[in-house]
């Protein structure tokens, strides 16, 4: 299995909009509703910010929010702050042979 | 409040073994799959392996199958990963992570997780 397809980075200036896009196939992101999102700063444990495709996981802010369109799933965050910098993984259901994929990972700056 | 704490981890030479547990609290442990998520130092997240809530189903990634067994004790809320056969590229750092959903199977997505173990392979 082949880990889905991330932007390597992306920036933003605070208050503005970035998404972030993770693509894969019709065999985990096009087919599944398990798509999660997490967050990493550096030296801590990931955090999820958004499962099944679109759903706000309590205490996570708003401004994040989810989609996905075919194959390819999409992490948005509006109202940037300095602190959603950080690295953001998504992860796909993709069968029971091999349930779980992560993508390459995003490295948000914001500027 | 649910927590999860690795143990286990250490420097270990190429070929070895070691066994890693993850104490799980605050949740009904045998209701949830679990899981073990691998990230190798400066790299991404990567799927190791899982198991559903009464342990009957286990789940492996492709680079490890064979090597690593995944098992869990309900009775004592621990999850577990014996890992042989070590590899310079299994050198990272393992977290447990709690499944969404008590589902049988789970959903793998992951709600809460460890602060991880780091296994270093290194002769």
């Known amino acids: 299995q082949s880990a889905l397809t991330q932007p390597r980075s992306v920036s933003g200036s605070p208050g503005q909009s970035v998404t972030i896009s993770c693509t894969g196939t019709?065999?985990?992101?096009?087919?599944?509703?398990?798509v999660s999102w997490y967050q990493q700063h550096p030296g801590e444990a990931p955090k999820v910010v958004i499962y099944?495709?679109?759903k706000l996981p309590s205490g996570v802010p708003d401004r994040f929010s989810g989609s996905k369109s075919g194959n390819t799933a999409s992490l948005t965050i509006s109202g940037l702050q300095a602190e959603d910098e950080a690295d953001y993984y998504c992860?796909?259901?993709?069968?029971?042979?091999?349930?779980?994929?992560f993508g390459g990972g995003t490295k948000l700056t914001v500027l | 409040e649910v927590q999860l704490v690795e143990s286990g981890g250490g420097l270990v030479q190429p070929g070895g073994s070691l066994t890693l547990s993850c104490a799980a609290s605050?949740?009904?442990?045998?209701?949830?799959?679990m899981t073990w998520v691998r990230q190798a130092p400066g790299r991404g997240l990567e799927w190791v392996s899982g198991i559903s809530g009464s342990g009957a189903g286990t789940y492996y990634a492709d680079s490890v199958r064979g090597r690593f067994t995944i098992s869990r004790d309900n009775s004592k809320d621990t999850l577990y990963l014996e890992v042989n056969g070590l590899r310079a590229e299994d050198t990272a750092m393992y977290f447990c992570?709690?499944?969404?959903?008590?589902?049988?199977?789970?959903?793998?997505?992951?709600?809460?997780w460890g602060q991880g173990t780091l296994v270093t392979v290194s002769s």
């Open positions: 992860c796909s259901y993709a069968g029971s042979y091999f349930p779980a994929i």
């Open positions: 992570a709690k499944d969404f959903y008590d589902y049988v199977w789970g959903s793998f997505q992951f709600d809460y």
């Open positions: 099944d495709v679109s």
């Open positions: 605050g949740f009904t442990f045998s209701s949830y799959a």
């Open positions: 019709s065999s985990d992101v096009g087919t599944y509703n398990y």
